[in-house]
């Protein structure tokens, strides 16, 4: 499946839809706390449990993205949509036939493992992309092009819990939500994969008046996983993401928790509304902070999301139960700085590595996503069920890892701190480069 070429007069602003079709579809994954309760009821498990499927869905979501990086940029965007529409969907109708046979480990396999491969190639698909079309505006273009990541759960969470509602939380209930989700997301992604166009030159930029792409340093993705940059934007984005995934993976028993004890507890109805708010900072936090990064910088950028998010993690924690609205307000905020930081990372890539190269490099920095997928729940649900056991409830379930989360943040910010610009030897030659930068350069030219 070769990539299809932009015709003459093509305009780039019609890829963009092709990019959300895809990104809305998988961003279902942030509506996975939906299902929690329900699948908790069903079949007996923990919330550490449950989790399970999202956490191995957002690890193989890192992992095919690294490994997938360079295979996607050579065979283009169309083959990657088409990849994640198969593996998206039918990780879906696996985990329908894992409920209605009461075997969660099809569940886990389905959602979590295929899914998660649909998860990543969906995810890195457009972006690469967007970058081409857009390198006047990498943050906005890259804001765009993860945007509808975040807002999948926009979408996803009342949808969900309205199917829960009508079919019924028990298995059969389950198993027929994740069979209407798995034929409705392909029918969605497809539009994705019809639409979706790649510049016909090198230089994007001449497409409907786009400036040409700037000149400046570019290093080979081989390269990059070798300077200490790389890895301290692996650290950032490890430690953001595990703050902001925490609460995102258990925001609907969370939020109904926190306030079990109070004179107006939370329901069911209300806790998906509230996944349904956070989804809605996540995606607008990617446009809107990516954006922004284009105007302060993505250093600067990044100590917002690290600095303030560790105070908003404290307030939550001091605070969070004496107000419903200063706990929302707060994990609102927190949430966009958690898709904020997804989507400014590629032009954090773009700026320090150059456009040369710049998908595989973002695929294979996405094994900190995979990292943080673990990290995350894995910190909030063990810390909730240690407490719980211990007889505890409400807020004190969740004050250890409040803490945790400030103490990741800050450390995230001393990282950022300490990101340099990319030493020279790094940098790729140009004409007249030494026998083995030439053969690096035709070892990956396609993602040149």
């Not at 093509?10 to 929690?36: C, D, E, M, N, T």
């Not at 908790?40 to 490994?67: K, N, R, W």
């Not at 400046?216 to 934007?233: D, I, K, Y």
């Not at 708010?277 to 990516?290: D, E, H, Q, T």
């Amino acid at each position: 499946m070769s990539p299809p070429v932009a015709p003459p007069g093509w305009s780039r602003w019609l890829v963009p839809p092709a990019a959300l079709s895809v990104h809305l579809s998988i961003g279902q994954a942030y509506a996975w706390s939906v299902f929690k309760p329900s699948l908790e009821s069903a079949l007996d498990l923990s919330g550490t449990q449950s989790a399970l499927p999202f956490q191995l869905g957002i690890v193989m979501l890192g992992l095919s993205a690294a490994f997938g990086g360079t295979l996607v940029e050579r065979r283009g965007p169309r083959w990657a949509m088409t990849v994640a529409l198969v593996c998206f969907s039918s990780g879906f109708l696996l985990s329908a036939l894992g409920a209605a046979t009461e075997q969660y480990w099809l569940i886990v396999f389905g959602y979590g493992f295929v899914g998660g491969i649909g998860l990543g190639i969906g995810y890195i698909s457009p972006v690469s992309t967007l970058i081409k079309w857009f390198p006047d505006r990498p943050g906005m273009a890259t804001g765009i092009a993860i945007m509808g990541f975040g807002g999948g759960a926009l979408i996803a969470s009342p949808w969900s819990a309205q199917m829960l509602e009508s079919f019924g939380g028990d298995n059969a209930g389950i198993a027929l939500a994740f069979l209407v989700h798995g034929l409705t997301y392909a029918v969605f992604m497809l539009l994705g994969v019809v639409l979706v166009r790649v510049p016909r030159t090198a230089r994007p930029g001449s497409a409907v008046g786009a400036p040409a792409a700037l000149p400046g340093p570019q290093v080979s993705a081989r390269s990059a996983v070798r300077t200490p940059q790389f890895w301290l934007l692996w650290l950032v984005l490890t430690l953001n993401v595990t703050a902001g995934i925490g609460i995102l993976e258990k925001a609907a028993p969370m939020i109904t928790d926190f306030f079990a004890d109070t004179s107006a507890p939370v329901s069911a109805t209300a806790a998906a509304g509230f996944v349904a708010l956070l989804s809605a900072a996540n995606m607008a936090g990617r446009i809107g902070w990516s954006t922004t990064s284009d105007l302060i910088g993505r250093k600067n950028i990044y100590r917002v999301y690290l600095g303030v998010g560790a105070l908003m993690y404290a307030l939550i924690w001091l605070l969070g139960d004496s107000s419903k609205p200063l706990f929302v307000l707060c994990a609102l905020v927190i949430l966009s700085f958690y898709g904020g930081g997804f989507a400014t990372v590629p032009a954090y890539l773009k700026d320090l590595f150059g456009t040369y190269q710049v998908g595989a490099i973002h695929g294979r920095l996405l094994t900190a996503w995979s990292t943080a997928g673990v990290l995350g729940p894995l910190i909030v649900n063990w810390v909730a069920d240690r407490q719980e056991e211990a007889g505890k409830h409400g807020p004190s379930l969740y004050g250890l890892s409040l803490v945790i989360m400030i103490g990741l943040l800050v450390v995230g910010f001393v990282a950022n701190e300490l990101v340099r610009p990319v030493h020279p030897r790094h940098h790729v030659p140009g004409p007249g480069a030494p026998k083995e930068a030439a053969d690096d350069r035709r070892q990956q030219p396609e993602s040149a």
